[in-house]
């Protein structure tokens, strides 16, 4: 039988593993994703339940001649469980995959109410801070990673024949290696060459219009 002061301990573990999965679930509800608040907490706590099961459920029969119980087995399947929520939170749009950061902070929360029921409170606690820095402060350098990564489009309104590639290639200099896209279709007045620039950081697009402006037969220039 549980004492008393027991149940105590295990209805705080229940409740710590609320308290940090709803912090790291306010992190993404924040960003409105599908697995928010509620679910990270569900997680979170669920995670932690199994853990107490696993570890004081079977008590009473442990005393039992011949029985031999492995306390792991059941906190183990937490974690290839908790692959089908996960899997849920990761859409494919287009070429785009999306959501594999809230399915890592799903299966992330189920290990930290794990540490909770296990009564390893501190080290559950640190994992919650540092998933946190990784959620919301290091997104901010990603972004600026990603950012480098996007193709950027300049169309050119040109005389018939008046640009070509080689033109383009030397008034761009070294940046002509990030031509990734090359078209030239015939319009009513000449020409419509579409120049596609990977690895652009933001503030050299402006420097790259002002080049492509100044190349000789370019009349205007645009951004699809």
């Known amino acids: 039988m549980i004492s008393t002061a027991l149940h105590g301990e295990l209805l705080l573990r229940l409740a710590v593993a609320a308290a940090l999965g709803s912090l790291i679930g306010a992190e993404r509800e924040r960003l409105i994703w599908a697995a928010g608040l509620r679910t990270h907490m569900l997680v979170c706590v669920g995670a932690c339940l199994f853990m107490i099961v696993s570890a004081f459920g079977f008590s009473d029969i442990l005393s039992t001649p011949n029985v031999i119980l492995d306390p792991s087995r059941v906190a183990a399947q937490v974690v290839s469980g908790i692959g089908f929520l996960g899997a849920g939170s990761i859409l494919l749009r287009g070429e785009m995959v999306r959501g594999l950061t809230t399915a890592a902070s799903i299966w992330a929360v189920a290990a930290i109410g794990l540490a909770v029921g296990g009564g390893l409170y501190v080290e559950a606690g ?5 998933i946190l820095l990784i959620l919301a402060g290091i997104k901010p ?10 193709a950027h489009e300049f169309l050119l309104h040109t005389a018939p024949g008046g640009v070509t590639l080689p033109a383009l290639e030397e008034a761009l200099g070294w940046r002509a290696r990030r031509i990734t896209r090359y078209i030239v279709q015939p319009s009513d007045d000449g020409e419509a060459v579409t120049v596609t620039l990977g690895r652009l950081a933001p503030r050299e697009i402006a420097e790259v219009e002002r080049i492509l402006r100044g190349v000789p037969g370019v009349r205007d220039l645009s951004r699809p």
Not at 126 to 130: N, Q, Y
Request: charged residues 25%; neutral net charge; proline residues 0%.
């Open 141 to 150: 350098l990603e972004d600026r990673f990603q950012q480098r990564h996007i």
């Open 126 to 130: 640190a994992a919650t801070l540092v």
